[in-house]
C-alpha cells in the first residue's frame, strides 16, 4: 500500500504541534496575527507574538517572551504617551507594577484609602496633580531600577517616610551639612 502525500504531511504537522494545556489535544500555531493582551488589565494589542490554537476545543494561548519588560514597555507607554489624565485600569496597573497596596499608594500621593479604591474603581477621576506625581514615580522607579526583578524601595521611602498630615512652618530651617555629607553620599 502506498501512503498518501497528503496524510503524510498532517502526520507530519501534528508532530510539530504542542498539546493543548487544557485537553492535551494538539494545537496549530497562528502567526502574523495581532494578539489581545487582555491578561494586563488594559487594551494593549500585541503584534509578532507566536499563538497556539487547539484543534479540539478551541482553547488559545501565546508565547510571550520576557512579561516584565512588557510590562515596563506598556507602564512607559502610559506615563510618556497617554496626553489624557490616568483611567481606572491604568491606575491599577502602575499600582501594582510599582509591587503597592492601594494603602501605600494612598500615603505615597498623601490621599486617603477610599480615594485610590475610587480611582481604580472608575467612581473617581484621579487629580492632576496626583497623576504627574504617580506618572513621575512610575517612571523615576523604572529609571532607577536597571533590572526588571528590582523595585526602587528606596525611592518610594522619601514619599513613605513624609508624615500623612504636615504644617507648613513660619521660618525655613537651616540646612547643616559637612563636606562627607555630599562627596562620600550616594547622592543622586
Request: aromatic share 6%; charged share 25%.
Amino acid at each position: 500500500m502506498i501512503p498518501d502525500p497528503d496524510s503524510f504531511e498532517i502526520a507530519q504537522e501534528r508532530q510539530k504541534m504542542k498539546p493543548c494545556y487544557s485537553c492535551g489535544k494538539p494545537m496549530r500555531t497562528i502567526k502574523d496575527q495581532p494578539y489581545h493582551y487582555i491578561e494586563s488589565g488594559l487594551p494593549v494589542v500585541l503584534h509578532g507574538i507566536t499563538q497556539y490554537q487547539c484543534t479540539e476545543c478551541g482553547e488559545m494561548f501565546a508565547a510571550l517572551p520576557n512579561v516584565k519588560k512588557l510590562h515596563r514597555a506598556i507602564g512607559n507607554d502610559i506615563c510618556r504617551q497617554k496626553k489624557s489624565l490616568l483611567v481606572a485600569e491604568e491606575i491599577k496597573f502602575l499600582r501594582k507594577e510599582l509591587r503597592l497596596k492601594a494603602k501605600e499608594l494612598a500615603g505615597i500621593l498623601g490621599v486617603t484609602d477610599s480615594t485610590v479604591s475610587r480611582w481604580e474603581n472608575g467612581k473617581k477621576q484621579i487629580g492632576e496633580g496626583q497623576d504627574r506625581l504617580l506618572r513621575s514615580i512610575y517612571l523615576s522607579c523604572m529609571a532607577d531600577s536597571c533590572h526588571p526583578d528590582q523595585t526602587c524601595s528606596g525611592h518610594l521611602n522619601v514619599f513613605r517616610n513624609l508624615p500623612a498630615k504636615r504644617k507648613p512652618l513660619q521660618e525655613s530651617q537651616e540646612i547643616e551639612l559637612n563636606p562627607q555629607d555630599w562627596i562620600l553620599s550616594q547622592v543622586v
